[in-house]
Every structure is written in structure tokens, then in C-alpha cells.
């Protein structure tokens, strides 16, 4: 009986800081699942928790709001969403019609020890 392979069915996240999967590797992926989803939902779409949500979209739309605001704005939410994490820095890399990229950096305690400098990148689709 042949094997299969199941990694292939996730989606591989490459840290920048080694040559290793983060989607492999144990506490990465739901950490990057989380900020995804955060970054993906507005206030009061979760009904759960109507609190929980970036509203990125209010942000992007606003002609007042600056891409300094915006990366303030989401670094905030994620250290109240996720305590766990520390070291926070969101920048924007790509603004386009159809979506908008983020480059987010953190460091986060397992238990063990402590994790630095992970890096993941958000792709929202506007």
C-alpha cells in the first residue's frame, strides 16, 4: 500500500530567518492562522465575540488614515487578540486594487523558550 503525502495539503509559510516551514513546525501555524483570521474579519462579523476583528477595511478606505496609522492600528489589535505574543511590527508592503500584502514580525514564549523574530506575511484579498 502506497503512502501519501499530507504536508503537501498545507499551505507552506517560509520564515525568512531559516530554511525551515513554519507551517511545520509546532506553535508557527496557528499563530499565522490566528493573524490571518484577524487581519480577514471586521468588528461584529464574529458572533462569538463581536469585539474581535482588525476593521482593516475602514482603515483602507479612509482618505485620512496613513500606512503609519494603519500598521499602528494592526499591531495593537493583534497584541489584545493574541497576549501571547510580543515584539509586534506590522508593515504594509503591497497596496493593490485586489489585495494588500503585510510583512508581520513577532516573538512569542512556547513554554520552553522564547521564539524571536518570526516572520509571516498576510495576503488579504480587498
Same mark, same amino acid.
Given at each position: 500500500m502506497q503512502k501519501k503525502d499530507f504536508s503537501i495539503l498545507f499551505e507552506k509559510l517560509p520564515s525568512s530567518g531559516s530554511k525551515t516551514d513554519i507551517a511545520m513546525v509546532s506553535g508557527y501555524n496557528a499563530v499565522v492562522q490566528k493573524i490571518n483570521h484577524l487581519f480577514n474579519t471586521n468588528k461584529g462579523e464574529l458572533v462569538s465575540d463581536e469585539y474581535f476583528g482588525s476593521d482593516l477595511f475602514v482603515y483602507l478606505f479612509d482618505p485620512i488614515a496613513e500606512k503609519p496609522v494603519i500598521e499602528s492600528k494592526l499591531e495593537s489589535y493583534i497584541q489584545t487578540f493574541l497576549p501571547q505574543l510580543f515584539n509586534i511590527k506590522v508593515s504594509l508592503i503591497n497596496n493593490m486594487p485586489t489585495f494588500i500584502d503585510f510583512k508581520v514580525t513577532f516573538s512569542y514564549f512556547d513554554d520552553v523558550?522564547? @521564539?524571536? @523574530?518570526i516572520t509571516c506575511?498576510?495576503?488579504v484579498n480587498t
Open positions: 523558550k522564547t @521564539n524571536d @523574530n506575511f498576510i495576503k
